[in-house]
């Protein structure tokens, strides 16, 4: 009896984790097929998932069933299929996100979208953080470093949703299309580089000082764009066909496991590796599909629904009691305005009619699951309290359901779809 314990033990919390598994991925799945019915996408359905399964619903509803399916000490393994979930789904970012390209007008349009589609909202982020710090500021963290995550919260921008949106739509190759396209990834590109400097400025995550956390940063992007990516132009040369070797599709394993390791190291989150090795990977679009076809499905159909649990399971009903619910309106109208009128004037500044111009800022404001990310790793931070987080995660919710209803306002105007990409469209 005594030497079968540890085997038993072992075994209650596999099996712990595979009730957990099942009913993530039964509830992500019927949330994101009824939620489809209405014009969402599924990712939404997931997110919306991640709250029913926490406290706010399934906690309230069924406390012992929620503490008996979650308990915390179970909660480990489940936040490491999270963290390797999170690390796929960013270096498949990274690859898409490098495959932007145009003419110079377009790249210079995208640019300026782009730029004001961040900025505004950073600036409004920073506008009310005086009034969200003395409540909802983690105990301990001074001010800057809570206030520049609370902006840089704000001014995400989910680019694999809005292509998903998008693609959807058949509005891939119109004018507001590309330009949003363009706009999401040059703004979640930079709200990744300053999120990675408020964590160095910070200095919140085990210790790690700013001088390690800047330092290790310019090496790894050093590392990966001088070294790695000659390194890998070589390896992938010779494919089979659409597919790279079976060698170098390990060598591609290696490269984005030491990138996030070393990420993980130097004080950034895992995440940060990931994104930069897939943005250094060399340009092929046939080998960016084949290993966004490899990586996506496990990434986004099992993995990216435990990131949504987890986050739901961080999340508490006190955020929205009393004062809270004033903090949440707050939060939730400057995202929006931020997002909408940033990337309005972006696009108008870059010659689109008005309404063209509100399509591309009705499309930036989605931010779904790179808000998450966001999130999380403000949470694994310490940088962010768990009733911001989880106003900061209704906003990421709202923010994205808006998106196809916004959008379609817009495509009411212009008839049954905006005008095909050739030129600029003035109307408005």
Known sequence: MVRNQPGSRAGGRVTSLL??????????????WLLGHFGQPPVIGEMAAG???GPIVFGALAPQAQAWLFPAASLPPLSALATLG???????????LRAIEGTRMQLRAAARTGSLAFLLPLALGLAISPSLYPRFAPPGLAFWPFALF????????????LARILKDRNLTQTNPGRLALGAAAIDDAVVWIFLAAVLAFGG?????????????????????????KPLFARLLRHAHGDAPTHGAFVAVVLGLVACSAFAEAIGLHAVFGAFVFGACLPRDDRLAAYFAKAFEPVAMLVLMPVVFALAGLNTTPD????????????VLVVAVAGKVIGGALGARWSGHGWRDSFAVGSLVNARGLME???????????????????MLFGMAIVTTMMTSPMLALCMRGAGAKFPAPDGVDSAG
């Open 19 to 32: 009730l957990q598994l099942l009913a993530i991925l039964a509830v992500a799945r019927a949330c994101g």
């Open 51 to 53: 709250l029913l399964l």
């Open 86 to 96: 999170l690390v796929m789904f960013m270096f498949v970012v990274g690859l898409e």
């Open 150 to 161: 609370v902006a840089a919260a704000i001014s995400a921008t989910a680019f694999p949703v």
């Open 204 to 228: 919140a995550r085990g210790g790690h000082g700013i001088a390690l956390i800047a330092g290790g940063t310019v090496a790894l992007v050093a590392i990966a764009f001088l070294l790695l």
């Open 319 to 330: 955020a929205f009691v009393g004062a809270g619910i004033g903090a949440f309106a707050l």
């Open 372 to 390: 998450l990310v966001v999130l999380k790793i403000g949470l694994d931070a310490g940088l962010v309290g768990r009733e911001l987080f989880t």
